[in-house]
């Protein structure tokens, strides 16, 4: 299975600032998907990001405050815009199929003061 | 209704016995289910996946498919301390195969 290099791991921001995740895998992906898990909370879907064409989002989240940008196929990055401390959350990125599975990066750890 | 359910837990075990985690879903085009791992503080790992009616062993772990009821589980044999953690099934759904995922369950293997 792909392995996945997430970062930061973790960062204090202040409110109104943006953050930029990083996530580098080790193969080639068609798909890259992006989650937020908020404390003691299941993973929610942000958007899903193909190469080449503009991420989809989920109900609830606008491309304004998530841009994504996916310019290769082993490479996607989420920005948090404008941040707010409801915006504290670990956010993860994840490759796979419904043939092999999903695998995921190591999470960043966001808060927001 | 939730598409995916669990019961939260926390689901006490002693070290030794079956744990045994149950998960079922609403939609019924789903096609694939996967159990993940996670323990605190980190991200989730697969543990198994299946497709197929019926029963899929992988060491001390079996996963369960039931279509028609619309339900699967995992059961662990053998139950370690070290397999306390949180479980998390999730569901494909829909032409991108999304996982749509559950709560999750919280097992404690009491030595």
């Known amino acids: 299975s792909a392995v996945i290099s997430q970062k930061p791991s973790r960062d204090i921001c202040q409110r109104g600032t943006s953050l930029t995740i990083q996530c580098q895998v080790d193969?080639?992906?068609?798909?890259m998907f992006w989650y937020r898990q908020q404390p003691g909370q299941s993973l929610t879907l942000i958007a899903t990001a193909n190469q080449g064409s503009e991420a989809t989002y989920e109900s609830g989240f606008v491309i304004d405050k998530f841009p994504i940008s996916r310019p290769n196929l082993t490479f996607s990055t989420l920005t948090v815009s404008n941040m707010s401390p409801e915006d504290s959350s670990i956010y993860l990125c994840?490759?796979?199929?419904?043939?092999?599975?999903?695998?995921f990066g190591s999470g960043t750890r966001l808060t927001v003061v | 209704q939730k598409e995916v359910e669990q019961n939260s837990g926390p689901l006490s075990v002693p070290e030794g016995a079956i744990a045994s985690l149950n998960c079922t879903y609403s939609?019924?085009?789903?096609?694939?289910f996967f159990w993940y791992r996670q323990y605190s503080g980190k991200s989730p790992e697969l543990i198994m996946f299946i497709y197929s009616n019926g029963d899929k062993e992988d060491g001390r772990f079996t996963a369960q498919l039931n279509k028609a009821s619309q339900y699967v589980s995992l059961l662990i044999r053998d139950s370690q301390p070290s397999d306390s953690a949180t479980y998390l099934c999730?569901?494909?759904?829909?032409?991108?195969?999304?996982?749509?995922w559950g709560a999750g369950t919280k097992l404690i293997i009491k030595p």
């Open positions: 999730a569901v494909t759904k829909g032409s991108n195969y999304q996982l749509i």
């Open positions: 939609d019924r085009g789903s096609q694939s």
């Open positions: 193969s080639q992906v068609t798909m």
């Open positions: 994840s490759v796979g199929g419904q043939q092999y599975g999903y695998t």
